[in-house]
């Protein structure tokens, strides 16, 4: 099986940067997304990360460390709008199908 | 333009009844899924088709049954064995073919209450 862990909420200042992470605990890694979530809506997806590194897009960048079982996503100039709840999904152990962590609430104020 | 539908938004269950959930997408993928997701937690596979005429049981299929018939469709009904079905139900599809391909496409989710 698959161990994701990510915490549960964050809050930020609306303008500020906030980095959200996720540790991962599989064999056969085989990439990681990162998905936006309002409340009652589907996830959107934002990035997938399979090799090391740093993924910039816009305001929302994501880092994967392989080595680490790390990786977190990094959102600048927040906006109250990105209140969300954020998914870490990995694919790994054998399956292609993306098992995903419990969700980080991120609460922006202003 | 493509996409998955999912019908209703909102579904009521009385006691000993089944409903269906309904997906549908016309983005020509083979792959779908079905997730369901509890307030706090994440989303949690409940069973998952590769091909028409085929689906495997997920982590928490107990209470549930799908078919696929059609490459575009997939339902999801959940059984009166289903003894807490109170949850938020996503669909999604996988599109394939490359880094930038392979993320899960997602329905807008019909949420289950029971009455």
């Known amino acids: 099986g698959q161990n994701i862990d990510q915490p549960t909420e964050m809050t930020a200042t609306e303008g500020a940067i906030v980095q959200i992470n996720c540790t991962y605990q599989?064999?056969?890694?085989?990439?990681l997304f990162w998905y936006q979530q309002h409340a009652g809506e589907a996830p959107t997806f934002l990035s997938y990360?399979?090799?090391?590194g740093l993924e910039e897009k816009g305001r929302f960048s994501s880092f994967l460390s392989r080595s680490k079982g790390y990786s977190y996503l990094l959102l600048k100039e927040l906006q109250m709008k990105d209140s969300a709840s954020y998914l870490c999904?990995?694919?790994?152990?054998?399956?292609?199908?993306?098992?995903f962590g419990r969700g980080t609430s991120l609460i922006v104020h202003p | 333009d493509g996409g998955i539908t999912q019908s209703p938004k909102y579904l009521f269950r009385k006691e000993g009844q089944n409903v269906t959930l309904s997906c549908e997408q016309n983005?020509?993928?083979?792959?779908m899924y079905w997730y369901r997701q509890d307030p706090g937690q994440g989303l949690r596979l409940i069973y998952y088709?590769?091909?028409?005429?085929?689906?495997q049981k997920g982590d928490i299929a107990e209470g549930y049954s799908v078919s696929r018939e059609k490459k575009e469709s997939f339902p999801l009904t959940v059984t009166s064995a289903q003894k807490n079905p109170t949850a938020f139900y996503l669909c999604?599809?996988?599109?394939?073919?490359?880094?930038?391909?392979?993320?899960?496409?997602f329905g807008s989710g019909t949420q289950l209450s029971v009455l």
């Open positions: 999904a990995v694919k790994g152990g054998g399956s292609y199908i993306p098992t």
């Open positions: 599989t064999s056969g890694f085989n990439g």
């Open positions: 990360n399979v090799l090391d």
């Open positions: 983005l020509n993928h083979d792959a």
């Open positions: 088709s590769q091909i028409v005429n085929d689906f």
């Open positions: 999604a599809s996988l599109g394939q073919g490359g880094p930038t391909n392979e993320k899960l496409f």
